[in-house]
């Protein structure tokens, strides 16, 4: 267990460098932060951190020193200038498996010096708190911090340029409380859409593949709220909370049947508005929707479910929406599920 104890936090005055000690504390393979002055903001930026970027990281503020480094098991090791070289500590210090990592804001009381198993120098000339503690850590983990496994909902991928980020969707679904049942849906559709999606492109059409990938894993997210209609509604907005882009949202908000128009969608009890897949991206999702059951299921099974709960209409769509991708990708769609199956 490695925790980092901040003292000296002011509030206000060290919001911002109390937020990067967590955050490196966090990055360089800290199990948690314990700051001496509450601070709601402080903590509530960190959270939101881990929420998203994962790690099981944990951060409390509040919490005297006295009483912390009373009932605190293992080592204590404060950062100071006037330490010892930390390259000739670091072997005894990676002994013991429990550390309290201490850094100061403003002077730390004399007692510290004291109570601490080992005063540890980065160097022994003044410069900040967040350089110590990044460096501490990479001595202490030997390097091995940059192997740490955070398993967030974001992840991203180190690249020459550019930004790659990579969303894990089912997390999102987890996180967001959608059932088991509703997950397995929605891997389902992920896999038909993207198989469909591959078909159309190799036939020289445009997609966007990443597109199709985050609107079909979420366009059932808004079942976290309700099985309704209004799922739709409430999974867009759930979506937009992540910074999914526009072209998503649109996925999420007509993945409904084979289209869903105006006059429709209120007596649906919509919002009026026009909910057809207009995109190509819209297009590929709601179809896989429509294929997708808990199991993969041929179009003449659609149709038959889309007759009797939607009417004829909607059965109309359903085929119209089968045959413009059937001919798009070069092959029935209905040979693609058989593949799946
Ligand atoms: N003004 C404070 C004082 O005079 O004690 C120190 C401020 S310093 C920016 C804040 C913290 O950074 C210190 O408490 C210490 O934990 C850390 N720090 C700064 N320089 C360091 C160094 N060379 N080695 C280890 N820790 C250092």
Redesign the pocket.
Known sequence: MIIVYR?GHRIGRDKRITTHVALVARAFGADGIVIDTKDEGVEESIKKVVERFGGNFFIKSGISWKEYFKQWKGKIV????Y?ERVDKVINEIRKHKDLLI???????PGEFYEIADYN??????????VA?LAIFMHFLTDGKWLDKKFNGILEIIPCKKGKIVKYNYKKILEKEGCSKAVIKHCEKVAKLAKEIAERIARNGIKVDMEAVEAGAWLHDVGRAKTHGIMHIIEGVEIAKKYGMPKKVLEIIKHHGGAGIDAEEAEKLGLPKEDYTPKSIEEMIVAHADNLVGLKYRKIDDAIREFKRKAGEKAAKKLIALHKKLSELAGIDIDEIVDKLE
């Open positions: 003292y404060h950062l100071t200038m330490g201490v850094v100061g804001a403003e002077k730390v540890v120098a980065i160097g022994n000339q003044p410069h900040s708190e110590a």
